[in-house]
């Protein structure tokens, strides 16, 4: 920790934002979270290791956002809408992917420029796609390349993800039922993949994730499950509301502040995997919504969102410069807001994190 400190980048951060960092980022209050990782220490798997390059990254990132200058620093890549399973709350239907990689590969390449330090490639099921490894090789220096699949994953081809450079592995798990889990995903034997899956990621030494879309009815079941899953080796979850669902799935307030509360919950409780909460990273004491404001989703199609819950295209990379498209659409998101965008339950007052770090003041006419 020591060293990190020390480090020049760290140094140049706002000094309310290196107590945020410690805080919530690098959890000295719990040092079992921190994992050895890479050659380094990483306390997530949404994270770069320190040191690395992509650690390096992660600083200038938070840095360029405490001076007013924002830069997409995640962003989500759907690879295809083609997938074995049927889950309930897709958002990506279909049997489509591009012919080419070419422009994806530029567009990576683009977006690290301008300082992006997480890829995620998901889909769909992007483990269908031949050149994923060479889309991972593409990100992986500068960034750290992330898989979000419901599997199957054998040993060869999670070796084969490990060798391109992927970082970890977030493996679709709906539910510790295996029937309840195979009908909430839409396929019988999904269950038996999912841990096949989670048994193979680990195998390899890659982080090992899951996500899991909750429900009213799997709240009363979320803690088993919780258990469940870091029984299983996984280390971080997931934890997404259902937002693009029919109406009477979605979350009440109650519910929302059950998810939001369980993320400060599984800090102090060892029986729990980290927790990456939907509710809680967009509430007023965390983050915020922050999409358009420093992520971005590419769907199979190319289109360019502000998250894969808001659907609004902002331009398509196969028909133009994804920097373009960037400067458009954060200059109609310049800052964050509490709340969830596509819920449209937002309030217009920055969240604890940023309130803590930008230094350049509100520009709002």
Known sequence: ???????????????????????????????????????GKTLSIYLPPFPSRAFDTFLDAQLKASKGEPVPEIVNISLTTRCQNECWHCTTPGDYEPASDVTLLKTIEHLKEMGTYQFLFTGGNPLLRDDLEGL?????????????????????????????????????????????????????????????????????????????????????????????????????????EPILADEDRLLDEGERE????IQKKSTKNKGYPRIIS????????????????????????????????????WGNIYQEDIREIWKRMHDDYPEPLCGCLALNDTEDRLPEYYRRLIRKPRNRS
């Open 258 to 261: 059950y998810l939001l509360n």
């Open 136 to 240: 991972i090789r593409t990100a992986h220096g500068s960034a750290i390349a992330l898989v979000s699949t419901p599997g199957p994953l054998d040993r060869a081809r999670a070796r084969s993800l490990q060798d391109a450079g992927c970082q970890g592995v977030l493996v679709g798990l709906e539910h510790y039922d295996a029937i309840k889990n195979d009908e909430l995903m839409g396929r019988e034997g999904a269950y038996k993949d999912s841990l096949e899956t989670i048994k193979n990621v680990k195998a390899t030494g890659m982080l090992t994730g899951c996500w899991i879309v909750v429900t009213s009815e799997m709240i009363p079941d979320l803690d088993r499950y919780l258990r469940f899953v870091k029984d299983q080796g996984v280390t971080d979850v997931a934890i997404f």
């Open 278 to 313: 939907g509710p809680f990273m967009d509430s007023e004491e965390f983050m915020g919504c922050t999409a358009a404001y420093n992520r971005l989703h590419i769907t199979a199609g190319g289109d360019v969102y502000p998250c894969d819950m808001l659907c609004e295209s």
């Open 1 to 39: 920790m020591l060293k990190l400190l020390l480090n020049k980048k760290v140094r140049a951060l706002p000094w309310r934002f290196k107590l945020f960092i410690f805080r919530y980022f690098l959890s000295m209050r719990d040092p079992d979270n921190v994992v050895d990782f890479a050659g």
